[in-house]
């Protein structure tokens, strides 16, 4: 995607932006490039992307699962202030960029892996594992906004989050595998009424 700003805040300077990770043939970045694009945007924002929101950002790559609030603070210990504040700020912060995006179904936040959409998308959500998956959800969303619009009702926010079971491809056991044979069950004595 492309979008042009006639001035940014951080330079004043004329500035075209790319973001480069969403077109349908993009490959994943690196993580360098991620961060590298998200210290790219704050400066567009004319912020800066301090150490604090730097290491919450490697963290919620790192995890590769969607972390609460609290998770995040945890980590803080030894890098910053350590309060709840302060990782709140740090999250709305990187939600607001667009690198970050909130589970709102899990009250937890999950590294969007390819950085900034201006596609929607949609997260399938592991109600087994706690796993979270982003997947471009154009077609379903801007379905629900039109319809929104015929309706009159002005969206400001659409999240779309499809909960159920991930079978085993987010990382938890399968549901095959969790079924427990009859044989290991043991002789079951139906004339017991305990």
């Known amino acids: 995607m492309t979008r042009i700003r006639s001035r940014t805040p951080a330079t004043g300077k004329r500035r075209l932006h790319r973001r480069r990770w969403r077109s349908p043939d993009s490959v994943k970045p690196s993580r360098d490039e991620l961060l590298q694009a998200a210290a790219d945007e704050a400066q567009l924002n004319g912020k800066s992307l301090t150490a604090i929101r730097k290491h919450v950002l490697n963290v919620l790559l790192d995890a590769q699962r969607p972390l609460t609030a609290y998770e995040v603070l945890a980590s803080l210990d030894g890098v910053g202030s350590v309060s709840p504040p302060t990782a709140y700020r740090a999250l709305d912060f990187l939600v607001a960029l667009g690198f970050v995006t909130r589970v709102e179904s899990l009250n937890s936040y999950l590294a969007l892996e390819r950085g900034p959409s201006d596609i929607p998308l949609a997260l399938f ?9 982003e997947i471009p959800a154009t077609d379903a969303i801007v379905s629900l906004i039109s319809e929104a619009d015929n ?4 969206v400001s926010h659409a999240s779309l989050e499809v909960r159920g079971d991930c079978r085993g491809k987010f990382g938890c056991k399968t549901w095959s595998e969790s079924i427990v044979p009859a044989d290991e069950l043991g002789a079951v004595d139906q004339h017991s009424h305990e």
């Open 125 to 133: 959500v592991c109600e087994t594992c706690g796993q979270a998956r």
């Open 151 to 154: 309706l009159g009702f002005g």
